[in-house]
């Protein structure tokens, strides 16, 4: 990722359109990720990863799982209270072409910019800080195994509660956290719903 500039834009959308918009050629590491999004770094990758599951359209099969992997890595890291992303050297090295990126992210955008219209800074003690921290991190680790489950139709509500989680986070928004909270019960009770359904039908099929 050529000139990447050390203070990026302020909004969330701005930053993923700026990822999005560069030359195809170019190719974007995770460790120029981590310096362009500072300190902010844990909401934006979080979002970043979760973004491509957020949108209400098909994916490429397994792509759930690999981009669930990342989440639970920097999940953990926040529930255990790190200050920035931890990420293997081979990780931080490896790069991906622009495009392949901008195809994942730039689906999204739109969404983002509807919330956005309604982001401000409240509640910041629900938002920010390290106890805050370790609560949103424990609730993107719950909603990332949720997602990372090969189930059919079960990925949109956890993804949504962990992009509510990590906006909140960077915009310090308590009201998104707690937005984020309602969704993981929605999703938790929605892929329950999904895992009864199906063992049914196969208890059906092979019973």
Known sequence: MSEQPQAGPEKVSEIVAAICNGPDSDRISLD????????????????VFALPNGIPAPIAPGLSAILGAPLLLLSVQMLLGFRTPWFPASWRARSFARRDVAKLLRPALP?????????RPRFTHLAAGPLASRLIGGLILWNA??????????NLIPAWAI?????????????????????????TGWV???????LAILDRIFG
């Open 192 to 198: 329950w719903f999904l895992l009864d359904v199906g």
């Open 111 to 119: 969404y983002i910019v509807k919330i956005e219209r309604f982001v």
């Open 163 to 187: 992009i509510l989680a990590a906006l909140g986070q960077v915009e310090r928004d308590g009201a998104l956290v707690v937005a984020a909270v309602a969704s993981s019960v929605v999703a």
């Open 145 to 154: 195994i949720l997602l990372s489950l090969p189930i059919p139709f079960g």
């Open 32 to 47: 120029e990720l981590l310096r362009a999004f500072g300190l902010r770094s844990f909401g934006f990758l979080v979002l």
